[in-house]
């Protein structure tokens, strides 16, 4: 396994500023998922697919949050119009499908702030 | 927000003593997983329970799932300044996909 591989590593943008991160997960995984984790908190979930079909969106996600996986390889997370509520890192993790429940490799993280 | 409590959030202890953190959920899970967060790390995934009562052990950590399927727990016995960490259960409620997350519990291993 190569790993779970988040691009950036950090991200610093100005409020009202858009952002994308990606995420590249371990080839052979078919499920995705991205979280967001804040100071002292869990990983929060935001959503999850399955190859390229976005299958589960936290209802907490706004409509400024987008994520895209075309190929059902590497996905996309958009963040438009950022606010300082956004700050956070957001974690990206990939597993496989033989089963309905399998573990969770995470990726190392985007580190957002806004300023 | 999330439905997972987990408790203590914090716990100090010194090294050789033992360590629990439970884990307790509102509804009923299809399973349990437990993740471990190093300083600066990303979640690493421990183990996962799913019958009901199941009782699980990886060398000085013992995994239990609740009769009812609500609860679980993590015990260490004997810490080692190399258990320093937050360490995290989940669960899926049914066949959801999404994986809800407790607050954690930050473990810090005196030498």
């Known amino acids: 396994d190569t790993g779970v591989s988040q691009d950036p590593r950090h991200k610093i943008t100005k409020r009202g500023q858009n952002v994308t991160f990606r995420c590249d997960p371990i080839?052979?995984?078919?499920?995705l998922y991205w979280y967001r984790q804040t100071l002292g908190q869990g990983p929060e979930f935001l959503t999850y697919f399955q190859n390229e079909a976005q299958l589960e969106k936290s209802r907490l996600l706004s409509d400024r949050f987008s994520a895209e996986r075309p190929k059902g390889s590497f996905s996309t997370l958009e963040i438009q119009r950022t606010e300082q509520g956004d700050s956070a890192m957001y974690l990206c993790?990939?597993?496989?499908?033989?089963?309905?429940?399998?573990?969770?490799?995470f990726g190392s993280g985007t580190q957002l702030s806004v300023l | 927000g999330q439905q997972v409590m987990q408790i203590p959030q914090y716990q100090h202890v010194q090294e050789g003593e033992d360590f629990t953190t439970y884990c307790n959920s509102s509804t009923t899970l299809s399973n349990i997983q437990w993740y471990k967060q190093r300083p600066g790390g990303h979640p690493v995934f421990l183990i996962q329970l799913v019958k009901s009562g199941e009782v699980k052990k990886q060398k000085r950590l013992t995994f239990q799932f609740g009769e009812a399927k609500k609860n679980s727990s993590l015990h260490i016995t004997a810490t080692q300044t190399t258990d320093v960490g937050t360490y995290f259960c989940?669960?899926?409620?049914?066949?959801?996909?999404?994986?809800?997350f407790g607050k954690g519990t930050k473990l810090s291993v005196k030498p």
């Open positions: 989940a669960g899926h409620r049914g066949s959801q996909g999404n994986l809800i």
């Open positions: 080839s052979e995984h078919n499920r």
């Open positions: 993790a990939s597993s496989r499908d033989r089963f309905i429940h399998e573990k969770l490799f």
